[in-house]
């Protein structure tokens, strides 16, 4: 299957300041990204959606001003938490789908290793 | 509103012995349904999936079973082992849920190997 990355994988910041994680398909064209947010013993909470070229469709009671998501190219989407507290400790994961692999058009969606966020 | 759940939030099963973990959803528009595992601290897996024209879908020592009757999804493993420990989700995808087709998480079941 497709391989999605993200970096970094643990990060551990002050309050007040921004953190910026990095989501990118190693092997594959994705079309559309998604980035979760989990919390412990909980499922995964979709954050954003976001396409290519275009703006980021949040889902209800996320603060786009908050989670900035930018996805410039086919192969990597950022989520940038402006001046962060430690509400926003979680653990962040991002999801890759569509495009080409192996010069076939697919539908599935992969997931990152995620991002632990501790803000002290 | 509209869910995806799991009836058990925890599961412990002897090793060898063969494992279900069941997930209740609720919108008959769902068209597509997965299985992932989470081990702690890692990103959902993708175990098996199963579009709704199917009920039954097998890959190796898991089955997925689809009852669109009762809207209920369930996943079989076969002689667990513990290197199954792990978190247990479905999800599903709407139809209508537009072009994004967005997956929904239901809430986890933990599975837990006894030696």
């Known amino acids: 299957g497709a391989v999605v990355s993200q970096h970094p994988s643990r990060v551990i910041c002050k309050s007040g300041t921004s953190v910026k994680i990095e989501c990118r398909s190693l092997?594959?064209?994705?079309?559309?990204m998604f980035w979760y947010r989990q919390f412990p013993k909980k499922s995964l909470m979709l954050m954003a959606t976001?396409?290519?070229?275009?703006?980021?469709?949040?889902e209800q009671g996320v603060e786009k001003d908050k989670f900035l998501i930018n996805h410039a190219s086919l192969t990597l989407s950022t989520l940038t938490v402006t001046s962060a507290h430690p509400e926003d400790s979680s653990f962040y994961i991002c999801?890759?789908?569509?495009?080409?692999?192996?010069?076939?058009?697919?539908?599935?969606?992969?997931f990152g290793p995620g991002t632990r966020l501790t803000v002290l | 509103g509209e869910s995806v759940g799991l009836h058990l939030p925890t599961l412990s099963v002897q090793e060898g012995d063969n494992s279900i973990i069941n997930c209740a959803y609720s919108?008959?528009?769902?068209?597509?349904f997965i299985w992932y595992k989470q081990e702690s601290g890692k990103g959902p897996q993708f175990i098996i999936d199963?579009?709704?024209?199917?009920d039954k879908r097998q890959g190796q020592r898991v089955t997925v079973l689809l009852n669109k009757t009762v809207k209920h999804l369930s996943l079989q493993i076969a002689a667990t082992q513990p290197g199954d420990s792990a978190v247990y989700f479905c999800?599903?995808?709407?139809?209508?849920?537009?072009?994004?087709?967005?997956?929904?998480f239901g809430s986890g079941t933990q599975l837990t190997v006894l030696p």
């Open positions: 976001s396409n290519e070229g275009s703006k980021a469709t949040y």
């Open positions: 999801s890759a789908r569509g495009g080409i692999l192996a010069g076939e058009s697919y539908n599935e969606q992969f």
């Open positions: 999800a599903e995808r709407r139809a209508s849920s537009g072009s994004a087709r967005q997956l929904t």
């Open positions: 199963i579009r709704s024209n199917m």
């Open positions: 919108n008959s528009a769902s068209d597509y």
């Open positions: 092997d594959f064209q994705a079309t559309t």
